[in-house]
């Protein structure tokens, strides 16, 4: 017997919309959460359209040749940075003709495997033993509007397709439960020399990748108290007069603690190597994790938070290398420091969904801005009242040209506190044109609302 998809009613009627358009195919993406017993879909969104596609009329012998592998997996990629914790692209569907129905099955693997191997790349964190590898291929004919659902193992590139049951369900994720917390980062990565050729990015991911280390051994408690990884996330709440769990949506606070040192029964030497410069990271970041309401079990929900602290504060520093790539001005090689701003976090509603979905936003995008990602990327039309944003961006002025020893420690202790707690800002320190050090301040404000502040 194959797996089990529950999926959301509203996941239905957006595919059969599909079905009406005059189009050979229609591809896409479908988001939800995976758990031992069944996985569950709450989204599915249409792979954007390519402006060079219609310009490109060379013949093929199917119209599927012409799926853009690229593109999509582009697409999954930046739709994985929008989904908090708990949540993840499961699969792909493609919406076809009758006549593509002997041809879709191929391209299909060929998609789901190319989409998880790039998302994976990208990641801090790896999957477990005890993580569902299984990925998820839905195809849609357009005609008679029947469904054909099979699922790969993603960790083994010689996976045959198994079947898979596809059922539809009303307010799937109306009593999911959230975990929210706020911890503090302050992260140091060496730039080793002989490593002084890599991209900015990649060595930080380097360094991201020991503090991952960190964020994994940590201790996790939920309202202020430790609980064993097996039991139910739920267990010892009061049940209705039915004998059920009252499982309304329900938001638990969590605290991480990180260990200072290493065990004991570890032994730690001390390394000297020669560096051209660093990174730091220090602020606060607000994360949030999504986990179903069918018994959840404490290691899970645990592990949702885990995997979202890693990803925002990650996808963080790529999109800003990103950006500093579009928009580098050469006149700043030369200078000692640099400061730019990060981009903050953003909660956003999504209609028909309980769960709520992600994106981050620079201190000179506007509302607007954020609505059209969510449309090009999601498809999703959304409320700029909607939005949970606290303040806007406040960087401080500071000379870029500064000397490193003309900085005292205590930069920042001296601003007002309506500055600090709105500054987010990345220092990059260079030397005769090398990059001698780069600072990251993550520095969120203390609201009780679930987004990262600026």
């Given at each position: 017997?194959?797996?089990?998809?529950i999926?959301?009613?509203?996941v239905?009627?957006?595919?059969?919309?599909?079905?009406?358009?005059?189009?050979?195919?229609v591809?896409?993406?479908?988001?939800?959460?995976?758990?031992?017993?069944?996985?569950?879909?709450?989204?599915?969104?249409r792979?954007?359209?390519?402006?060079?596609?219609n310009?490109?009329?060379?013949?093929?012998?199917?119209?599927?040749?012409?799926?853009?592998?690229?593109?999509i997996?582009?697409?999954?990629?930046?739709?994985?940075?929008?989904?908090?914790?708990?949540?993840?692209?499961?699969?792909?569907?493609?919406?076809?003709?009758?006549?593509?129905?002997?041809?879709?099955?191929?391209?299909?693997?060929?998609?789901?495997?190319?989409?998880?191997?790039?998302?994976?790349?990208?990641?801090?964190?790896?999957?477990?033993?005890?993580?569902?590898?299984?990925r998820?291929?839905?195809?849609?004919?357009?005609?008679?509007?029947?469904?054909?659902?099979r699922?790969?193992d993603?960790?083994?590139?010689k996976?045959?397709?198994?079947?898979?049951?596809?059922?539809?369900?009303?307010?799937?994720?109306?009593?999911?439960?959230?975990?929210?917390?706020?911890?503090?980062?302050?992260?140091?990565?060496?730039?080793?020399a002989?490593?002084?050729?890599?991209?900015?990015?990649?060595?930080?991911?380097?360094?991201?990748?020991?503090?991952?280390k960190?964020?994994?051994?940590?201790?996790?408690?939920?309202?202020?108290?430790?609980?064993?990884?097996?039991?139910e996330?739920?267990?010892?709440?009061?049940?209705?007069?039915?004998?059920?769990?009252q499982?309304?949506?329900?938001t638990?606070?969590?605290?991480?603690?990180t260990?200072?040192?290493?065990n004991?029964?570890?032994?730690?030497?001390?390394?000297?190597?020669?560096?051209?410069?660093s990174?730091?990271?220090?602020?606060?970041?607000?994360?949030?994790?999504?986990?179903?309401?069918?018994?959840?079990?404490?290691?899970?929900?645990?592990?949702?938070?885990?995997?979202?602290?890693?990803?925002?504060?990650?996808?963080?520093?790529?999109?800003?290398?990103?950006d500093?790539?579009?928009?580098?001005?050469?006149?700043?090689?030369?200078?000692?420091?640099?400061?730019?701003a990060?981009?903050?976090?953003?909660?956003?509603?999504?209609?028909?969904?309980?769960?709520?979905?992600?994106?981050?936003?620079f201190?000179?995008?506007?509302?607007?801005?954020?609505q059209?990602?969510?449309?090009?990327?999601?498809?999703?039309?959304?409320?700029?009242?909607?939005l949970?944003?606290?303040?806007?961006i406040?960087?401080?002025?500071?000379?870029?040209?500064?000397?490193?020893?003309?900085?005292?420690?205590?930069?920042?202790?001296?601003?007002?506190?309506?500055?600090?707690?709105?500054?987010?800002?990345?220092?990059?320190?260079?030397?005769?044109?090398?990059?001698?050090?780069?600072?990251?301040?993550?520095?969120?404000?203390?609201?009780?609302?679930?987004?990262f502040?600026?």
């Amino acid at each position: 017997m194959g797996r089990s998809y529950i999926v959301e009613e509203a996941v239905g009627q957006y595919l059969l919309n599909f079905s009406n358009q005059e189009k050979a195919f229609v591809s896409g993406l479908l988001i939800g959460q995976c758990s031992s017993q069944r996985d569950y879909v709450v989204l599915a969104t249409r792979t954007p359209p390519r402006e060079e596609q219609n310009k490109d009329t060379r013949s093929s012998q199917s119209p599927l040749d012409d799926l853009d592998e690229e593109w999509i997996t582009a697409h999954a990629n930046q739709v994985s940075r929008m989904l908090p914790g708990g949540l993840l692209v499961l699969g792909i569907f493609i919406i076809t003709t009758p006549d593509l129905g002997k041809d879709v099955q191929n391209a299909l693997r060929r998609l789901v495997f190319a989409v998880e191997k790039s998302i994976t790349k990208k990641r801090l964190w790896n999957l477990t033993e005890d993580d569902i590898s299984d990925r998820v291929t839905l195809h849609v004919c357009s005609s008679t509007k029947k469904i054909l659902c099979r699922t790969y193992d993603t960790r083994d590139p010689k996976s045959s397709p198994k079947p898979a049951d596809w059922k539809y369900q009303n307010g799937l994720s109306t009593s999911w439960l959230s975990l929210d917390c706020t911890i503090h980062v302050n992260i140091h990565v060496p730039l080793s020399a002989t490593t002084a050729s890599y991209p900015l990015e990649k060595n930080t991911k380097n360094g991201l990748a020991r503090w991952a280390k960190q964020i994994e051994g940590g201790m996790y408690l939920i309202n202020g108290q430790v609980k064993e990884e097996d039991c139910e996330l739920l267990e010892g709440q009061k049940k209705s007069s039915r004998g059920n769990t009252q499982t309304t949506s329900q938001t638990f606070d969590v605290r991480v603690l990180t260990h200072l040192l290493l065990n004991s029964n570890h032994r730690s030497t001390a390394t000297v190597q020669v560096c051209s410069g660093s990174v730091n990271l220090k602020g606060s970041v607000t994360c949030r994790a999504y986990i179903h309401s069918n018994k959840p079990k404490v290691k899970d929900a645990v592990q949702a938070l885990k995997r979202d602290i890693l990803n925002t504060v990650s996808d963080r520093c790529e999109i800003l290398f990103e950006d500093l790539l579009m928009n580098e001005i050469p006149g700043n090689k030369d200078s000692e420091k640099e400061f730019h701003a990060l981009p903050h976090r953003i909660f956003v509603p999504v209609p028909g969904l309980s769960v709520k979905l992600c994106d981050y936003k620079f201190g000179d995008e506007s509302t607007q801005e954020i609505q059209e990602h969510f449309m090009e990327l999601l498809d999703q039309h959304i409320g700029i009242d909607d939005l949970e944003i606290a303040e806007e961006i406040n960087t401080a002025s500071i000379n870029s040209c500064m000397k490193r020893e003309d900085i005292p420690e205590n930069t920042y202790d001296d601003q007002p506190k309506h500055l600090v707690k709105t500054t987010v800002a990345l220092r990059i320190q260079q030397n005769i044109g090398v990059v001698i050090a780069a600072a990251v301040a993550l520095l969120a404000a203390g609201f009780s609302f679930h987004y990262f502040s600026d």
